[in-house]
């Protein structure tokens, strides 16, 4: 199918995009990579009548460290992300999440700003945001606020983002090496049944789980937190916190994968990325 009529605008700055945005409400969306919003738009599932494509907006764009936080443009992609040698020094698990994506076309064109906006249940980049408690910079036509990321996913591809407002950038505190993303993908698409991205803080003695593909959002696993609080993550400490996985969760079922297969994989990989930001596997 092609997509019904729309204006197309391709501002030079930020402010030109958020006046467009703001002058066409409901009626306007922004492109970003248009890996997600064209084929729906091709389908008539999206039918924006304004297209403000973000391509040359400069502020949107590249990875730096400002005042000890890592601060990533949203229209960064996931190929930039892979190749950043400041993320493989301070925050690996951006670099090694990225590599997961897609092909290389895909990686060359998708944005993170684009995935996180689009909140689809199965992207990779939701749990990464979760697990490294990052802060989700939203600018619109009336200033920026700041949003956690556990407060972004508000629904089955909802999130926080108000009409009019673009994501403008990712906030991300450095982290040390003891991190892991683990993935089994549907083979077709390469989007996850099942990515488990954690983080181990050894000095803390605690960690961050946080899980896609298995639920209508992305989660924190809460469970498997509380349970390793204070322990040396032993693999004993980690076969039994990572039990808990699914805990809670109502699971996604569909020709891919059923719920209980769902709720396995989440117990699995979760035991197999905490063993492997332990450094044992
Ligand atoms: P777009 O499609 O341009 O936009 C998506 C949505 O976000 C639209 O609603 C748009 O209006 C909105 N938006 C975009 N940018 C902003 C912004 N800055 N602020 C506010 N709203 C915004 N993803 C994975 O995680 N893992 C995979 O394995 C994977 N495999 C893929 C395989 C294929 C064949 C394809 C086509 C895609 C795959 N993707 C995968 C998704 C892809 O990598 C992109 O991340 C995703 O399509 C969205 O990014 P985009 O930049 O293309 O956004």
Redesign the pocket.
Known sequence: MIPGQFEYHQPASLGDALALLARHGDDA???????????AMRLRL?EPRVLVD?ARVKE?RGIEERDGAIVIG??TT?AELAASSLLAKKCPLLVEAAH????LQ??N???????L??A?P????PPVVLALDAELELTGAKGTRKVAATKFFTDIMQTA?KTG????AIHVKPTGASVAYVKT?QKA????LCGVAAVIDRAAKRASVAITGVAATPYRAADVERALVGTSMSAADIAKAAKTAADGVQPLGDIHASEEYRAHLARVNTARALERAAGRK
């Open positions: 969306r922004p492109l970003a990579g248009g890996h997600s919003l064209v084929p999206a973000l949107l949203a229209m996931h997961h994506i897609g092909d895909v990686r064109r998708g944005t993170i700003g684009g995935s906006a689009h689809d199965a992207a990779d980049w983002l407002e673009l994501l403008q993908e698409s390469g989007f996850a």
